[in-house]
T-cell receptor
């Protein structure tokens, strides 16, 4: 079945540590996105990528980094510079064209120890 | 800039009650409008979509009509079930958000709880 796979489901970060969230899709989508979800805040865009080897900052990119070396993969690193990383992180993809729906992964809950 | 405003939650209803979740939007162009549903601990799933004025999206008993004159896309269901308990997000796509054609702008979500 085609879809988006996020791993791990739960992740814990120690102070000063970088952690990487995985996102893989087999939908042959060009565009991929990372969102952060906090209670009562809705979804906020962290980074997006329209094509391999290119990505752009979203609304809240500070303290995060991404790479897009393969079409299928768009990992997100939460760096030690992100002072409030506890949140639910969602990866999504689509063909990157206007008015298209987004396909979402099942999310990763990141918590700070 | 473009934005989506949803009614504040949580909304608590009894089984078989009528549901309305209000959504209004601000956009400079002619956006497509979406409703997504999120069950606990999961990602978002598309519930329904409308791409132009007066279109009605429908799925699983839910409906929403794209009203350009009132810039609204309210979600309705005639008889809710316990299994409808989830968070509902209204979203829009105007094809030009921050340089990304494919990105959606989301409302803050409305939590629905349905009691037996």
């Amino acid at each position: 079945d085609g879809g988006i796979t996020q791993s791990p489901k739960y992740l814990f970060r120690k102070e000063g540590q970088n952690v990487t969230l995985s996102c893989e899709q087999n939908l042959n989508h060009d565009a991929m996105y990372w969102y952060r979800q906090d209670p009562g805040q809705g979804l906020r865009l962290i980074y997006y990528s329209q094509i391999v080897n290119d990505f752009q900052k979203g609304d809240i990119a500070e303290g995060y980094s991404v790479s897009r070396e393969k079409k299928e993969s768009f990992p997100l690193t939460v760096t030690s510079a992100q002072k409030n990383p506890t949140a639910f992180y969602l990866c999504a993809s689509n063909r990157g064209k206007a008015n298209e729906k987004l396909f979402f992964g099942s999310g990763t809950q990141l918590s700070v120890l | 800039g473009d934005s989506v405003t949803q009614m504040e939650g949580p909304v608590t209803l009894s089984e078989e009650a009528f549901l309305t979740i209000n959504c209004t939007y601000t956009a400079t162009g002619y956006p497509s409008l979406f409703w997504y549903v999120q069950y606990p601990g999961e990602g978002l799933q598309l519930l329904l979509k409308a791409t132009k004025a007066d279109d009605k999206g429908s799925n699983k008993g839910f409906e929403a009509t794209y009203r350009k004159e009132t810039t609204s896309f309210h979600l309705e269901k005639g008889s809710v079930q316990v299994s409808d308990s989830a968070v509902y997000f209204c979203a829009l796509s105007d094809g030009n958000y921050g340089g990304s054609q494919g990105n959606l702008i989301f409302g803050k979500g409305t939590k629905l709880s349905v009691k037996p």
